[in-house]
C-alpha cells in the first residue's frame, strides 16, 4: 500500500477538543495512511497553554504559540480550530482562510452568527469548513443532510441537540432530582461548564438548530429569529407530573416546513413516552429528519465530549484531505452563503397539544371557568388532574389539552390567569407528538 | 444558478424499486438541478414489462427493451441495477462496468455472493459501484461507515436490518400473534414477498451483515462463514414468556471485534428492553456503530419500500455525479477487493446470558438436575420460571443465565436434554444486552 502523499494539520486550541483531536490523529495515523493512502500528519499545537496537551501527552516539540509561521507553512493544509468563542476564533479561521489553509472546527456559536461570511471567504480562497463536529458531537448529522438524504426535500428535523440540558433533565425525571440538584450534578460529571448559560438557556441548541436547519433546508435561518425558551426555569413539579401523565420533558430543537413557512423553536417539550425521541438520555443527542422519500430517520449518538467530538473533527480532516468535502463545499447550494434568507411561518400559528398548569383555589365554579375558557377558543381537554389542597391553599391544576394554535391556545391561558380563583405563576408547555411521515 | 452539465441516467428494471427511483429522479430534477448544479437526466427505463413503470406514470418514451443500446450510449454516464438477485443483475452490472458506466444498486445478495469480483471490475474500468440501498434501505448507513466514522477503529456493529422479521416479531411480541399468522400479515402489508424464505431465515440479514461488516473493519467477510439462525421456527411461546421476563425477540446481525478475531451471527436474540436496539419496531431497522472514538452511534429509519429505498438510490446517483463518491470508492481501502479475508473468532468463545427452555416432568429432583448441570459448566442462574401443570404432562421451564460461552452453554444444555425428566423440544436463545462503550 503505497502512501500517495502527506496531508499537514496545525490544530489551533489545545483544550478537551484540541487535545482529543490531536492525540486521535497522532495515535491512528498508520491507521489512517492504511485506509485513504494519505499521511495525516500534524505538524503544530498552538496555544499558549499547553496542561490539556503535555497530559493528553502529546509531543512537546509540536507546540507553538506563534500562528503565523503556522499560516505561512507550506506544508501545513489545514486549521484545526478548537478555541471557541466569538473572538479569537473568528480571527484565527479568517487568518487561515485568506492563507488558503482549510478550516475544521466544532464552534456552533461562531457559525450560526458568523457562518454566512466565513463560509464566503473559504470559498473565495478556494477552501473549504468542516463542521460536522459544531452539531450534535460525534453523530455525522452534517453529511447526513448534505450527502446521505441529498434525495430528499426535508419536511422536518427535530433533534435533542444539548448534552447538559439533556443530562439535567434526565436526571430531573429519573431521579427526582430539582433543577438545581440537577445542574450541580452535570457540572460534576464534567458535562456543564463552569458558566452552563449557553447550554441551559437554550442557545447552545439554537446554535445547532441554525445551522442544521440552514443546510436541511437549504435556506439562510437568521440565528436571532429562532425563538429560544431554556430549560432553567422548569419546576421539578412539571416534569414530574408530566411524567405521572406519561410525558418526558426534554429540550427540543426543531425546524420544520408549514404552508407558511418555516416553523423554527427551541423549547422544553413534552413527549409522548413512545416518541422516537424520548428515550434518549443523559449526555446523548439525537436527530430526527423526515425526509419526503425516506421518511423518518434518526441519528443518535453522544453530542459532547472530546473524544466523540474529535471523532468529528477527524473524520472532517479526512474527508479534506480525500477531497471530497472541498468538492462538496465547492458544488451544492445549500451552503448559507448559496441561499436565500428562509421565509418564517407567522409566530403562532403552530398547531399541536399543550399542558398547562395553574395554581387553583378551590372555589365553586372555578374549573368550570377554566374549561369555558378553552372551550371559547375552541380548545378541548385531552386529561385534567387536579391534585387535593393539604393546607386549604391553591392547589395545582394540570390540564393536557387537545390540538390548538399557540395564537387561540394563549389567549385562552391569558384569560385563565386573570381568573380570581387562579393565583400566582402558571405554565404552559409544548407537547410534540410525534411527527407524520408523508410517505 | 447555472447548470455546469448534464448527467444520463438509465434505470435497468421496473419493479417497485425501479419505478420509485425513476419517478423520484424524474419529479425532482429541478430540485437536484438547483442543489448539484448538475441536470440528472433519467435517458432510459429498461425491462421487459412496464406496469410498474406505467402505474407510477412515468413517460413511455423512456420506455426501453433494448440493454445494448442504453450501454453504447455516451450520454448515459450510470446504470441504477433494480432487477435483483443473482443472475441477470449480475449480468447487467457487469456489462455496464465493461460499458465503463457507473452502477446503483440496491442489491445485497449480489453484493454479497459477488462483491469482491463487482469492485474490482469497476475499478479497473475506472468507474465506481454505488450501494447504499442496499443496507438497511434509506438509512444512510454505508456512508457513516466510509466516511461519516472513518476516524473511527470500529468495534462492534449490531443491527436490525430485515424489515420484514422485524415486523413478524413486532406482531409476537406486541400482539401476540403466531409466527404464521404474522407472516400473513407482513404479506397482507406487502411486506414480505410471495416467498419470504430469504427474509425469515436470516439470509437477508447475512448479506447485509457481510457488506457492513466487511466495510466497519475494513477486512473481507465471506457470506458463508456468517453462522444464520432465522425466526422461521420460533415459538410463540418463548417470545411471549421472554418478553413477561423484560426482553423483547429481535433478528439482530452482529460483528464485533474480540481479543480472538472477528465475531459474526445473524439470530433471533432477546434484547432486555431498555436496550437501544429493543424499540426498534415494525417494518423499521436501526445499525448500532460502536466506534473507539465516538462511542455509540446508532443510525434508525425504514429498512424496505420503494421510496426509501429509492431514496438511498438517488443519493449515491447525486454523489456518483458530484464525484464524491468516486474519489472515496478509488481511493479508501475499504472495500473487499482491496482488503483482506477476516480473521475470524473461533465459534462457541462468544459469552454471554442465555434464555433456556425446557419442558420438564414434574419429578423429585429435576430441577435440581438442571441446576446441577449447569453449575458443573460454571454457569449461575439469572432467573428461572417455572409454569404450573394443567394437565399432569410437562410442563415448561424457563431459565435465564448469567453470562457464559457458548461452548460451555451447549455442553451444559445437552446434558440437560438428555435428563429423564426433560422430554421433547428444548430451546436455547442468546441475550444481548448491551453493548459497553471503550470510551
Redesign the interface.
Known amino acids: 500500500?503505497g502512501i500517495s502523499r502527506e496531508f499537514g494539520i496545525a490544530v489551533v486550541g489545545c483544550g478537551t477538543v484540541g487535545a482529543a483531536t490531536a492525540a486521535?490523529l497522532c495515535q491512528?495515523v498508520e491507521?489512517?495512511t492504511?485506509?485513504?493512502?494519505i499521511r495525516m500528519t500534524v505538524r503544530a499545537l498552538v496555544d499558549v497553554r499547553f496542561d490539556g496537551a503535555r497530559a493528553a501527552g502529546l509531543d512537546e516539540n509540536l507546540f507553538q504559540e506563534d500562528l503565523s509561521a503556522v499560516l505561512s507553512n507550506p506544508d501545513i493544509h489545514l486549521i484545526v480550530e478548537t478555541v471557541g468563542g466569538l473572538t479569537i476564533a473568528r480571527t484565527i479561521i479568517e487568518k487561515a482562510l485568506y492563507a488558503k489553509k482549510h478550516v475544521v472546527t466544532a464552534n456552533k456559536a461562531l457559525l450560526a452568527h458568523h457562518g454566512t461570511e466565513l463560509f464566503a471567504l473559504a470559498r473565495s480562497q478556494g477552501v473549504s469548513i468542516g463542521f460536522?463536529a459544531s452539531c450534535a458531537g460525534?453523530?455525522?448529522i452534517v453529511?447526513?443532510l448534505v450527502?446521505?438524504?441529498?434525495?430528499?426535500?426535508i419536511e422536518a428535523i427535530y433533534g435533542i441537540v444539548n448534552g447538559t440540558s439533556n443530562f439535567i433533565l434526565t436526571a430531573m425525571v429519573d431521579e427526582g432530582k430539582t433543577y438545581g440538584e440537577a445542574l450541580a450534578m452535570a457540572q460534576a460529571e464534567g458535562l456543564a461548564e463552569a458558566d452552563p448559560t449557553l447550554d441551559v438557556n437554550g442557545m447552545d441548541a439554537a446554535h445547532k438548530v441554525t445551522i442544521l436547519g440552514s443546510l436541511a433546508f437549504?435556506e439562510q435561518i437568521p440565528l436571532e429569529r429562532v425563538p429560544v425558551e431554556g430549560i432553567d426555569s422548569l419546576d421539578l413539579f412539571d416534569v414530574s407530573t408530566g411524567h405521572e401523565l406519561g410525558y418526558v420533558l426534554k429540550l427540543v430543537a426543531l425546524a420544520r416546513s408549514t404552508k407558511t413557512g418555516l416553523e423554527l423553536a427551541v423549547q422544553p417539550a413534552f413527549l409522548p413516552q413512545n416518541h422516537?425521541l424520548a428515550?434518549v438520555s443523559g449526555p446523548f443527542n439525537a436527530v430526527s429528519v423526515y425526509?419526503k422519500?425516506?421518511?423518518?430517520?434518526?441519528?443518535?449518538?453522544?453530542g459532547a465530549?472530546g473524544?466523540?467530538t474529535?471523532?468529528?473533527?477527524?473524520?472532517d480532516?479526512?474527508?479534506i484531505a480525500?477531497?471530497?468535502w472541498p468538492?462538496?463545499f465547492s458544488?451544492?447550494?445549500?451552503w448559507p452563503d448559496c441561499t436565500e434568507e428562509a421565509r418564517l411561518a407567522p409566530t403562532g400559528e403552530s398547531r399541536h397539544r399543550h399542558y398547562l398548569r395553574f395554581n387553583l383555589h378551590d372555589e365553586q365554579g372555578a374549573v368550570a371557568a377554566i374549561t369555558a375558557a378553552l372551550a371559547e377558543k375552541g380548545i378541548s381537554l385531552n386529561s385534567f388532574v387536579q391534585k387535593e389542597s393539604t393546607n386549604g391553599g391553591p392547589v395545582p391544576v394540570v390540564i393536557i389539552t387537545h390540538e390548538a394554535t399557540e395564537h387561540d391556545l394563549s389567549q385562552a391561558f391569558e384569560a385563565i390567569c386573570a381568573l380570581p380563583a387562579v393565583e400566582g405563576e402558571a405554565i404552559c408547555l409544548r407537547i410534540i407528538d410525534e411527527h407524520v411521515e408523508s410517505?
Chains 1, 2 share one sequence.
Open positions: 500500500m486521535l491512528q491507521a489512517y492504511k485506509k485513504t493512502g460536522e460525534g453523530i455525522p453529511r447526513a450527502d446521505g438524504l441529498l434525495a430528499n426535500d437549504g422516537p428515550r425526509g422519500a425516506v421518511g423518518h430517520t434518526m441519528y443518535y449518538g453522544r465530549g473524544s466523540p474529535a471523532s468529528a473533527v477527524v473524520s480532516v479526512l474527508s480525500l477531497g471530497t468538492a462538496l458544488t451544492l447550494k445549500l410517505i
